[in-house]
């Protein structure tokens, strides 16, 4: 349905719409639109928009399970505003529960894929190198001061010739490979469908996992999270590794059954974790993963730089002039 509204009315945070500058106007083609900016307090959202524009700065220190102020008055607009046609996230994924509703009204979600993915294939590099060459342990004895060779603990195995599966094959499941293949690691791929990605990669369905478990070094999850996905690699799916095989998780926390990942660690059977997505965010102070010695983790933080702003404000633009060509000018 196309909005009445002679001047389509756009939800963009002040921030946003100061850094997007002239280049908004110039993507509206010269058509009048009006700029409607989000309150601080859900309880003075502003309704009646026709598109919104959900940026880093909107979402800010909110995550799905636990929603600040800023964002919950966002989402307020959006439940305001019956004539809502179009909503673009500066996220890859559109996981959150305001995202269901959104599809119940038949409005239009779009996402910013590839916008940080080769910020998070670094990071997931990074989690790798650092499990990989024993930074956990070394870090721990950093802060003891305690000065212990490696001979003594025990020598990092060579990366060349190892083997790692990448779940997902979007634009940062492509990037993390690619730098895998730089360092002589083996790649195989679990995706939606064994439909290889190319002609020398050994790929498999989510489901078929168990086909390759027992000769993964590396386990790196990359992949979105959906009812195939959830709780995935679960009791079962860990037991199956090889045993001393490693986990990388840069996709989300619910693919992971938490409490037999915890188990799986403890037990030495996973050499080790890199984490930065969890079942529920904030991570509970409480969590065993905070203080397990074989355990890296970060705040969900993978994907940030201080580039992705500005790629996001691009595909938001790109996505904005798509809207406008299928939308009747008015005089």
Known sequence: MMSTAIHPRILISAQARARLGDALGQAMQGRPYEVVTPTPDPATA????????????????????????????????LRRSPGLQWVHVHSAGADRPIFAELAQRQVRVTTSPGANAEVVA????????????????????????????????????DLAGQTALVAGWGPIGQRIAALLRMLGLRVIVARSSNTPVDGDTETLEFEGIGQCAARLDWLILACPLTDRTRRWIDAGVLAMLKPGARLINVARGEIVDQDALIHALRQRHLAGAYLDVFEHEPLDADCPLWSLDNVIVTPHAAGHSDGNERRVDQIFLNHLRAWLARRPARA
């Not at 060779?149 to 195995?157: E, N, Y």
């Open 46 to 77: 502003p309704g009646e928009v026709d598109l919104a524009y959900c940026s880093r700065d909107v979402t800010g220190l909110s995550t799905k399970h636990d929603v600040k102020p800023p964002l919950e008055s966002f989402y307020a607009s």
């Open 122 to 157: 670094h990071t997931a590099l990074a989690g790798l190198l650092m499990l990989a060459r024993h930074f956990p342990l070394m870090l721990a004895q950093q802060r003891e001061r305690r000065w212990v060779s490696l001979v003594a603990t025990g020598m990092p195995a």
